[in-house]
Every structure is written in C-alpha cells, then in structure tokens.
C-alpha cells in the first residue's frame, strides 16, 4: 500500500470507503467515463424509457446477458482485497460501493458488510411486485419468447436490480452510506469520478464533520482539492 495512504490510515480510527467502477477496470471490467467507458459504447437508456418502451427493454436485456457472461469469468483484484483487508481487520464496518459487478463479496466481504447504493446487476427484480428473479431465468424467458423477461408471478415488467438514471435510489442503502461518511474519521474514495450525485456527495457529508478525506483515482477528480492526500495512479499498485 502507498506509504502516505497506509500512514493516514494508521493515525485514523474509523474509516469509510467508496468504490466506482475504476476498482473493477483491472478486472477487465470497463468503467463508464474512461475513453473506451461502457458510455463511449453505449446510449444511456434511462428507466422511463425502459418502463415504456419494449425495445429499449430488449436492449437492456441484452446488455445485461453480455455483462453477466463477462462477470462469469471475472476475479476480485488486489483493490478489492485490500479493501476487504481493511474490514476484516475492523477499521472499517462496511464498503459503499456504486458498484454493480458483486466483485466485493467475492473478494469475501460479506452481503451485509457491502452498501451497494446503485444496486446491483447480479439478479432482476419484479418492478411491480419486487419478486427476485434470476438472471439465467430471464435469459431463459427472453430466448423462449423473444419477449422482455415479466415478472413470474403478477407478470409485471421485471428489470435489472441495478438502480437505472431516472431511478430513485435505494433509500435504506443510501442512508447507511451517509451515517458511514458521518461517522468515520478518514473517507477513502477509490476508483470514482465523483460525478454521479447523489453518490457524489458522500465525500461531502464526511467533510462537514471535519474528516479527513483521501482520493485514489487515475484522473484527478473535483474533489481533489478538498483532500488531505490525492494519490493518482493504478489502484492496485495504491492499495494492494
Ligand atoms: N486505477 C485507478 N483509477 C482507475 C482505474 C484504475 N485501474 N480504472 C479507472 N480508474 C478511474 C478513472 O480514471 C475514472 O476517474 O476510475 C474512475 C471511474 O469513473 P467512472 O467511469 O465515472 O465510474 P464511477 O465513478 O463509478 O461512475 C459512477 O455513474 O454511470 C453511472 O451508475 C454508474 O455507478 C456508476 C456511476
């Protein structure tokens, strides 16, 4: 780990992480806003357009069947370990992620122990209902069908569990993370752009009880100037 991160993480008692997508690029997951990004390929398809258009659900599903065929043969990187290092040694009581790819419970935090505030892309929901439906299921339907996936018991419109632009956010999940970002003495943001709001406040929440706040990133980010320490560069080679 960089000396200068590995000593303000000593002087500190409580720490909170938040990860973006840039933890998961060096297992070969692509980030959304680094040239080549998920969004310099694909159009954003907001969930207003997925509720009311069957195509735009047809192309979110086939999105989401890529991605799960790429998460099938993706491993947790010496990011996530570090980070999973630092619950395990109870320094910090859980990770909020933006996240989608379950990469941090892979690495062995445990579900309970990863605040996933955009959702995750691992399963699908009934979004009438809210019954859990699996993505192999989904699969099955759509290929069955040629039809989007509907929810198997009201047979409501059933979506990705990852929170959509246009989406509400998690309440329940987004609260934990600023009680996290409140209550800790050092806020570690890793591999983000600190672009999305509301995620992109947490740094915010932290700073007003004058936390210190540190940013591992390749890019520099807006928030960079709020920091005590910015150390830009591969995040494996930061942490691990
Ligand atoms: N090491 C260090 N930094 C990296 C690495 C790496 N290996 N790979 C990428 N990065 C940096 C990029 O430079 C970029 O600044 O990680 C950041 C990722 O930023 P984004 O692609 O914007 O991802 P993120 O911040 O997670 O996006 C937030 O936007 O589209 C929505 O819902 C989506 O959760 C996502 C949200």
Same mark, same amino acid.
């Given at each position: ?158 979506? /990705?569990? %990852? $929170? ?5 956010? !998690?309440?329940? +999940?987004?609260?934990?993370?600023? @009680? &996290? =970002? ?10 983000? /752009?600190? %672009? $999305? ?5 947490? !740094?915010?929440? +932290?700073?007003?009880?004058?936390? @210190? &706040? =540190? ?26």
């Amino acid at each position: 780990m960089h000396p200068a991160l590995a000593r303000l993480i000593e002087e500190s008692g409580t720490i909170a992480v938040l990860t973006g997508a840039g933890i998961s690029t060096e297992s070969g997951i692509p980030d959304f806003r680094s040239p080549g990004g998920i969004w310099s390929r694909y159009r954003i398809i907001e969930y207003g357009e997925f509720m009311a258009s069957e195509t735009a659900r047809l192309e979110d599903w086939r999105r989401r069947f890529d991605m799960e065929d790429q998460l099938g043969q993706v491993r947790p990187n010496r990011g996530h370990l570090a980070i999973a290092r630092l619950l395990a040694e109870g320094r910090c009581p859980a990770v909020i992620t933006q996240n989608i790819d379950g990469l941090h419970q892979e690495s062995g935090v445990p579900d309970d122990k990863v605040v996933e505030i955009h959702g995750n892309a691992r399963h699908a929901l009934c979004t009438r209902c809210g019954l859990r439906h699996e993505i192999a299921e989904c699969r099955a339907m759509l290929e069955k069908t040629g039809r989007p996936p509907a929810c198997r018991a009201c047979g409501g419109i059933v979506k /990705s569990a %990852v $929170v959509m632009f246009g989406q509400m956010m !998690p309440e329940a +999940a987004f609260a934990r993370a600023v @009680r &996290l =970002a409140e209550g800790c003495d050092l806020f570690i943001a890793v591999g983000t /752009s600190l %672009v $999305v709001h509301p995620a992109a406040s947490l !740094p915010i929440h +932290a700073l007003r009880n004058h936390t @210190r &706040l =540190a940013i591992v990133n390749r890019e520099p980010t807006e928030f960079d100037e709020l920091a005590e320490l910015v150390l830009n560069g591969e995040i494996g080679e930061l942490l691990g």
